[in-house]
């Protein structure tokens, strides 16, 4: 508890030694952690590389850290609580105990299947707590685990698969979410369709549904573990061996492997979720992100966890079986911290304040905010409505990349100002560039958004091109990480996310680049060329905004853009698919062939005053009828 932030001079206090020391600042928090061996040096580091290293040589298993570590003192305290999709459907409550039990167990089951230290597992599986067990059970044996987002498409899953090789996939016979059964493992067979290096499914049972299992490659989990011993002697893995990859959308190709390593984000993961969410022990914690992303490895599953915390999992979606489920769950469990994106609250805003008035809430001291920018109006209404004026608000800016949080509120501590993240946590050092790299010193500025100086949770590279890695993140300012997001630093010192500066959109929390979504949709045969912008969405933050440009015999433009929807849930999953499609006769263009995104930004807004100056383009008359056919 000693790494506790308990004032505001406290936080200024441990800001400053992690910027002077920050080699003894981290040493001292990585000491409250159990090492297997320490190590010899805090850090090593280079962003030319890049190449990063913490704790070098430590040799440390990071579910000691969560199993063994909380077991004797309260091994019957509840880890993990799980409440179904259905509401009438029984939940489960996992003791730190059970928790070590179910890992061990299924950890000597991943074992006799073959899998080993440095096997890559993905898991593609539902909001059930073997969720957690089997990213904790990987971490146990050494095995790199790639959790893939349930809602994906088998063809996403499959490149998933070949990009890491992966030797194993954990998967469920299907899904609930909302009032739908998803055939997951259906999906599961058609992605092995395309890939070669798979040798063992293991499917937990959530649905009953009926499901093809293939002998001698797929097994039940439940008939894996059974006859597994409950007690597994943990793998001494170094600090700088990887934990996972996680697999996220960047502004161009296929979405890249993001890799995480064991020592420095077991650190910053336990760091940042006790001081943001100011967590005492007994208190019950809440975050309603998916596994499927970096929210829920860091602030459901590792950082919560190893923090002896009690954190729900939840199945289900926001609205079923109606807009109270969220406020239900936080009264039922009696919720402490709540942590949710801004798209649930503009979603559930959107039902009025009926849905919650059946509840009490007082049981909840903090909320939280994640994976986009929160507007005012947003910030207001969950303050007012959910917090009843009482709870503060973290609005905690960081990315998959990050590892964990990086520039947040601590809670109840930093005085609140909505719609901004505030200040960075100790250790991350925010610099903010212009278009020409140089750094914007002093108060009221506004630039790119960049970090000086590594900190432990920070990724090491992207799995297989280590190229892209520096490409991506280290090259456009030499000496810095850049972050993608545009940043303003207001006259208090406070820090506003703008949104991202590159080609990456955000819908509903959910990053993705526009040139995937471009590819898929040339995936279909009558599709010639097309373009695709984000744009302010009421709902999901932002929308997606398609144009395309089309062979139209032997269609009407309504059955193309039905067709077209399809191949992107079939390339990508549904959670890709745009809201607005436009078929159009050409794009904007310049003479040298680049598409004007800037003028298809503005058209999709419904901006049509101040288009900028057009007269590079190749034929500026493309621009008028595209405005003339803007889907409203
Ligand atoms: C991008 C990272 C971090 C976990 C969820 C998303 C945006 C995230 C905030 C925030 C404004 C935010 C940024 C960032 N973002 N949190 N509090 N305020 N913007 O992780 O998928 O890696 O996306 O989400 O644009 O770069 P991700």
């Given at each position: 508890m000693s790494d506790r932030i308990h004032t505001l001079s406290g936080y200024f206090h441990e800001y400053q030694k992690s910027v002077t020391e920050p080699e003894q600042f981290w040493a001292r928090i990585a000491d409250s952690f159990h090492w297997k061996k320490r190590w010899d040096k805090v850090l090593e580091w280079d962003f030319e590389g890049p190449d990063v290293k913490w704790f070098v040589n430590g040799k440390v298993n990071i579910t000691e850290n969560i199993l063994e570590r909380h077991l004797f003192i309260m091994g019957d305290r509840p880890a993990i609580i799980w409440e179904p999709n259905?509401?009438?459907?029984?939940?489960?409550?996992?003791?730190?105990?059970?928790?070590?039990?179910?890992?061990?167990?299924?950890?000597?089951?991943?074992k006799a299947k073959g899998v080993g230290k440095g096997d890559k597992v993905i898991i593609?599986?539902?909001?059930?707590?073997?969720?957690?067990?089997?990213?904790?059970?990987?971490?146990?044996?050494?095995?790199?685990?790639?959790?893939?987002?349930?809602?994906?498409?088998?063809?996403?899953?499959?490149?998933?698969?070949?990009?890491?090789?992966?030797?194993?996939?954990?998967t469920s016979d299907g899904n609930f979410r909302g009032s739908k059964k998803i055939a997951v493992k259906d999906l599961v067979d058609e992605a092995l369709e395309k890939t070669k290096t798979v040798e063992t499914v293991i499917v937990y049972q959530r649905t009953e549904q009926d499901i093809n299992m293939v002998e001698g490659?797929?097994?039940?989990?439940h008939d894996a573990i059974q006859d597994q011993p409950d007690t597994n002697e943990a793998e001494v893995m170094d600090s700088e061996d990887m934990l996972f990859i996680l697999y996220t959308s960047g502004s161009t190709g296929k979405p890249k492997g993001v890799v995480h390593t064991t020592g420095g984000y077991?650190?910053?993961?336990?760091?940042?979720?006790?001081?943001?969410?100011?967590?005492?022990?007994?208190?019950?914690?809440?975050?309603?992100?998916?596994?499927?992303?970096?929210?829920?490895?860091?602030?459901?599953?590792?950082?919560?966890?190893?923090?002896?915390?009690?954190?729900?999992?939840?199945?289900?979606?926001?609205?079923?079986?109606?807009?109270?489920?969220?406020?239900?769950?936080?009264?039922?469990?009696?919720?402490n911290q709540f942590y949710t994106a801004p798209t649930a609250?503009?979603?559930?805003?959107?039902?009025?304040?009926?849905?919650?008035?059946?509840?009490?809430?007082?049981?909840?001291?903090?909320?939280?905010?994640?994976?986009?920018?929160?507007?005012?109006?947003?910030?207001?209404?969950?303050?007012?409505?959910?917090?009843?004026?009482?709870?503060?608000?973290?609005?905690t800016w960081w990315q998959t990349e990050t590892g964990g949080i990086m520039v947040?509120?601590?809670?109840?501590?930093?005085?609140?100002?909505?719609?901004?993240?505030?200040?960075?946590?100790?250790?991350?050092?925010?610099?903010?560039?212009?278009?020409?790299?140089?750094?914007?010193?002093?108060?009221?500025?506004?630039?790119?958004?960049?970090?000086?100086?590594?900190?432990?949770?920070?990724?090491?590279?992207?799995?297989?091109?280590?190229?892209?890695?520096?490409?991506?993140?280290?090259?456009?300012?030499?000496?810095?990480?850049?972050?993608?997001d545009g940043v303003k630093r207001d006259h208090d010192g406070y820090y506003r996310i703008l949104g991202r500066v590159d080609d990456v959109i955000n819908v509903s929390g959910h990053r993705m680049g526009t040139a995937e979504i471009e590819n898929a949709?040339?995936?279909?045969?009558?599709?010639?060329?097309?373009?695709?912008?984000?744009?302010?969405?009421?709902?999901?933050?932002?929308?997606?905004?398609?144009?395309?440009?089309?062979?139209?015999?032997?269609?009407?433009?309504?059955?193309?853009?039905?067709?077209?929807?399809?191949?992107?849930?079939?390339?990508?999953g549904p959670i890709a698919k745009p809201d607005k499609i436009q078929i159009v006769p050409g794009l904007p263009k310049t003479r040298s062939g680049k598409?004007?995104?800037?003028?298809?930004?503005?058209?999709?807004?419904?901006?049509?005053?101040?288009?900028?100056?057009?007269?590079?383009?190749?034929?500026?008359?493309?621009?008028?009828e595209i405005i003339e056919g803007r889907v409203e």
């Open positions: 259905d509401p009438n459907e029984e939940g489960r409550t996992l003791t730190y105990r059970q928790l070590y039990h179910e890992v061990c167990k299924f950890s000597n089951a991943l593609y599986m539902p909001m059930v707590p073997e969720a957690a067990i089997a990213m904790l059970a990987c971490a146990r044996i050494g095995a790199v685990h790639s959790v893939v987002f349930a809602g994906f498409s088998s063809s996403a899953l499959a490149d998933r698969i070949n990009d890491c090789e992966a030797k194993a996939v954990l490659r797929d097994i039940w989990w077991m650190v910053y993961s336990k760091y940042t979720f006790e001081n943001v969410f100011q967590y005492s022990p007994g208190d019950v914690y809440w975050c309603t992100a998916d596994i499927g992303w970096i929210t829920g490895h860091s602030y459901i599953v590792y950082g919560p966890l190893l923090a002896g915390a009690t954190s729900i999992m939840f199945e289900g979606v926001p609205t079923y079986p109606d807009a109270g489920r969220f406020w239900a769950i936080v009264d039922k469990y009696q919720v609250i503009r979603a559930l805003e959107a039902h009025g304040t009926k849905p919650i008035e059946p509840y009490k809430l007082d049981s909840l001291k903090v909320l939280g905010s994640v994976g986009e920018p929160i507007n005012e109006e947003a910030w207001h209404w969950y303050h007012t409505h959910i917090g009843k004026n009482r709870c503060p608000i973290v609005d947040s509120p601590i809670a109840g501590i930093t005085p609140n100002k909505p719609a901004y993240a505030t200040m960075p946590l100790p250790g991350v050092q925010l610099a903010i560039v212009d278009a020409e790299g140089k750094e914007l010193k002093g108060k009221a500025v506004e630039g790119n958004l960049c970090i000086k100086f590594p900190w432990p949770g920070m990724l090491r590279t992207t799995y297989g091109d280590h190229d892209r890695c520096k490409q991506t993140y280290f090259s456009a300012y030499p000496g810095m990480y850049f972050t993608g949709i040339n995936e279909h045969p009558k599709v010639i060329e097309s373009a695709v912008v984000g744009y302010p969405h009421e709902v999901k933050g932002q929308g997606i905004y398609a144009y395309v440009i089309c062979d139209l015999k032997n269609r009407t433009e309504e059955n193309l853009i039905g067709e077209i929807k399809d191949t992107i849930t079939k390339s990508i598409i004007m995104r800037r003028i298809l930004r503005k058209v999709a807004e419904g901006s049509f005053d101040n288009m900028g100056d057009t007269s590079t383009l190749l034929d500026p008359a493309v621009v008028e």
